[in-house]
């Protein structure tokens, strides 16, 4: 793997909070969006501290009437931080219900915001459309990047690997900081986030070649997918509309299955599967003149794909033989995440003047 990220962060400090929210198991978009990153930061030795989220509360703020399913999928989550080489000797993991000082830091900076600027977050506002929340809009899910806010700043994270679409929540993020430390003192930490730098990771379409594959939209391919699973899915991937013939010229642009290619696959790959290319560029240029099926293709991804998650399926079957460790060590995580939290809050309270019995 490339040092990409780990050259990225030598400008940017020592602490690194980002996380996930418990809606269903990660998918390949995530892998490719975050958790890739992720991995190689924790192992890059540039960060004090790694703080990894499960963000149960934003996850209820749409699923508020299915907790089970939001519950059920913390454990999820957690095997696929797992099996993808997150090490909880040098990353804490928690769940964010459990870290109260989260919520109470929400409500002040809540003061912060207007509702013009929260109607104003362009994801959210996708969000909106996509779950139907135009009439009847919850305000905590209008609210939730002020909470992501919080999550950010507990901390004192100065860096947020994430996806491109967590991009207005981190600017948010920083505008509530600055506000914060303008109106009552240098305090919090403005963050800063880190993309994947390869463009087809910023925002992996979904397999129905919808602009983003995401749990609640059920277009993914989850870490967790058996090998029969990711074949079917690939071979019924959408691919371009207008290449109905082979002979047919293709566009690969925003093709999803030369965007995965995009993310996923290495020089190498060609050798092993595809030795008649010597790398991806090639391959567009053929689909691109015309003379390459979408079958040939589909299944040369099929075999980057399987050799991609077959250590991560295997590593997380392991894990997931032993859920009671899973949950203690999902309870250390939220202990040792509260102290860090606690502490920050006791600097916000003093800040704001709030610290009448000197906490
Ligand atoms: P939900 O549909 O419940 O919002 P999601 O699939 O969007 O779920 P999140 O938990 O909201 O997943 O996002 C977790 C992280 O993964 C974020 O950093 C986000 O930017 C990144 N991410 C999610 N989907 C993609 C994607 N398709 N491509 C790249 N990054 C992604
Ligand atoms: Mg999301």
Redesign the pocket.
């Known amino acids: 793997m490339s040092h990409e990220y780990a050259k990225e962060v030598e400008t940017l400090g020592k602490v690194i909070l980002?996380g996930?929210?418990p809606?269903?198991r990660l998918?390949v978009?995530?892998y490719?969006?975050?958790l890739r990153g992720r991995v190689e930061l924790q192992n890059s030795g540039e960060f004090d501290k790694v703080f990894i989220m499960i963000?149960d509360a934003q996850?209820l703020t749409d699923n508020f009437d299915d907790p089970s399913k939001v519950r059920a999928n913390i454990t999820e989550v957690a095997l696929d931080y797992l099996a993808c080489g997150l090490d909880p000797a040098k990353t804490t993991i928690f769940i964010q219900s459990q870290i109260p000082q989260l919520t109470e830091l929400t409500f002040y900076y809540m003061n912060l915001v207007t509702l013009s600027r929260l109607e104003r977050n362009p994801t959210v506002k996708a969000e909106i459309k996509q779950k139907n929340f135009e009439k009847s809009l919850p305000m905590g899910f209008l609210t939730y990047p002020v909470s992501q806010a919080s999550d950010i700043t507990a901390f004192l994270a100065d860096t947020v690997p994430?996806?491109?679409?967590?991009l207005p929540m981190i600017e948010q993020t920083r505008e509530i900081v600055r506000s914060f430390n303008n109106l009552y003192g240098e305090t919090l930490v403005e963050p800063k986030a880190v993309l994947p730098s390869n463009a087809a990771?910023?925002?992996?379409p979904g397999t129905d070649g919808k602009a983003?594959?995401?749990?609640?939209?059920g277009n993914c391919i989850y870490l967790a997918d058996q090998p029969d699973e990711i074949r079917t899915k690939i071979m019924g991937m959408y691919t371009d509309p207008n290449h109905l013939k082979v002979s047919d010229p293709g566009n690969t642009t925003d093709n999803p299955v030369f965007l995965y290619l995009d993310a996923f696959c290495k020089d190498e790959h060609f050798e092993r599967y595809l030795p008649e290319y010597a790398n991806l560029a090639e391959l567009k240029a053929h689909y691109e003149r015309g003379g390459l099926g979408d079958v040939k293709v589909k299944k040369f991804l099929n075999n980057v794909l399987q050799e991609t998650l077959e250590p991560i399926r295997t590593r997380r079957e392991e894990f997931a033989k032993d859920i009671p460790y899973i949950m203690e060590l999902l309870q250390k995580g939220s202990e040792k995440a509260e102290e860090v939290a606690a502490e920050t809050l006791r600097r916000v309270r003093h800040a704001m003047q709030i610290d009448y019995f000197g906490k």
């Open positions: 980002t996930d929210r809606t269903g998918h978009g995530h490719v969006g975050s963000a996850a994430v996806g491109e679409d967590q990771s910023l925002r992996l983003k594959m995401s749990k609640s939209l």
